[in-house]
């Protein structure tokens, strides 16, 4: 109400697993021992039924929460890397920055796209990943353009002989800054994102019908034994096989 100083509630409940960002402002957080400034720099994580007391300095604070909810069986389907037993409090990192970016880009009709990027996040919380020093707001954005450009690169032109090299000129980066750079902010190098979008064409192509050498080299394997290697690493199937049972299907 205007004129009425906020008060926090002495204690809170969470009604589930969530991410929360903070995007304005800071606050105080305890769940047991000393209370924990949140700021932008850091992330706080809530699991089912967790108890937690929050404390702003302003009487009219202005801070602002973005949250990202999951249900049971999404976390439960990630449990075994993902650790929830750490500090709800935890610092942020560039990809985790990246990923808040992306999602706050995502209008109502992207489902799928909000869901994978979600499912990205909830796997950012992984035991043992990196943290480097924080980008600044506007040099993430830099980046973030450079990377998305790159993807976009790939999504176009995957069936081409495309090079790190390549990759790295067309997104006006230096090659192993743009390597690192991309790594650190997609979650996986250039290469491993080039070999997935292909292998999804790929498998698309031989669900259609199409023979498994015609399709290796469409999709930009230069190799039969690599490609049917990569492939059965990826799906659990020989291409051959899918490709029968694709067949099949249409019949």
Known sequence: MPGVAHRDPDRERADGHAVNFVETGSFLVRTTGPWREIAR????????AMEFSCAHHEDHPADCCFSVSYSDEAVESA???????????????NRQAFLHRALR?????????TEALAGALLWSLSAGAARQALFRADRLAWYAARVDRAKALIEARYAEPLSLTTMARESGMSVFHFARIFGELEGRPPHRFLAEVRLAHA??????????????????FGSLSHF?????????SRPSDIRRNGSRADH
């Open 228 to 236: 049917a290697t990569t492939f059965r690493r990826r799906y659990g």
């Open 203 to 220: 498998h698309a192509r031989l669900c259609d019908g199409a023979g498994v050498t015609d399709t290796c080299f469409a999709v930009g």
């Open 79 to 93: 449990r075994s890397a993902v650790i929830f037993a750490e500090s709800p409090v935890r610092p942020l990192t």
């Open 105 to 113: 880009g995502c209008a109502p009709g992207d489902a799928a796209r």
């Open 41 to 48: 720099e850091c992330l706080f994580v809530t699991t089912p």
